[in-house]
């Protein structure tokens, strides 16, 4: 059963700091990973998507690398805004399911 | 904009009724919808796997009588919670896989998700 962790659960920053968002998967057999964004009481927002093919994806200020042999995906956000604050949640697709982290919870303080 | 919808987004209920949650793709057709159900501080765990046209498969742990599920079509799946107590509040969250024929901006065998249903039995 894959099994998916994010570290930190919590964090909280000052703006303009960049964010480093860890995720950890045990089954390195999966078809792709993606990170979203939930905001409280929200549905799920897709950041990105990366193949597991792909080594990264970039859109704006967001960056996903993937490391499929050691089970591992980072999310890098520059320079954090306020409005960056919410959930952040990983998930790992495969064995036609995708399986979720609990999150990292985001605060970027002002 | 929304490529999948959740209906209601918000529902209040007594306990012992029963409770009817819409999941519908808007531009694609989805021969599989999946149904996810979150507690405060955890993570998605998937109830459920609906397909279109045949039963659905249930994750080990959930109840199929309880939970039922229906994909009578290719852009439309429901849950209904049956008999309802408390301890069933939750968020609940649909996803539709992108099949076939989609639009130009969405990615074939990609989840999308809806909006989430919050659910409260009294």
């Known amino acids: 059963k894959q099994e998916v962790t994010q570290i930190p659960a919590a964090l909280s920053v000052p703006e303009g700091e960049n964010l480093v968002l860890n995720c950890s998967f045990t089954?390195?057999?999966?078809?792709?990973l993606q990170w979203f964004r939930q905001d409280p009481g929200k549905g799920l927002t897709s950041l990105l998507l990366?193949?597991?093919?792909?080594r990264e994806q970039t859109s704006g200020r967001l960056n996903a690398s993937l490391d499929k042999s050691s089970g591992r995906s980072t999310l890098y956000i520059a320079a954090s805004q306020p409005g960056d604050s919410a959930t952040y949640l990983c998930?790992?697709?495969?064995?036609?399911?995708?399986?979720f982290g609990k999150g990292n919870q985001v605060v970027v303080i002002p | 904009g929304a490529v999948v919808s959740q209906h209601p987004s918000r529902v209040i209920c007594k306990s012992g009724t029963s409770v009817k949650i819409e999941c519908r793709s808007l531009?694609?057709?989805?021969?599989?919808m999946f149904w996810y159900r979150q507690f405060p501080k955890k993570s998605l765990m998937l109830m459920a796997t609906?397909?279109?046209?045949?039963?659905?498969?249930?994750e080990q742990g959930v109840e199929k009588d309880k939970f039922l599920i229906n994909h009578a079509s290719l852009t439309l799946s429901t849950l209904t919670v049956t008999s309802a107590h408390p301890e069933d509040s939750s968020f609940y969250i649909c996803?539709?896989?992108?099949?076939?024929?989609?639009?130009?901006?969405?990615?074939?065998?990609?989840?999308?998700f809806g909006p989430g249903t919050r659910l409260t039995v009294l």
């Open positions: 996803s539709a896989r992108a099949q076939g024929r989609t639009p130009s901006s969405l990615r074939t065998d990609t989840q999308y």
């Open positions: 089954d390195s057999a999966i078809y792709n």
């Open positions: 990366i193949q597991s093919s792909q």
């Open positions: 998930a790992v697709y495969g064995n036609n399911r995708l399986a």
């Open positions: 531009d694609f057709q989805a021969t599989t």
């Open positions: 609906s397909n279109e046209g045949s039963k659905a498969t249930y």
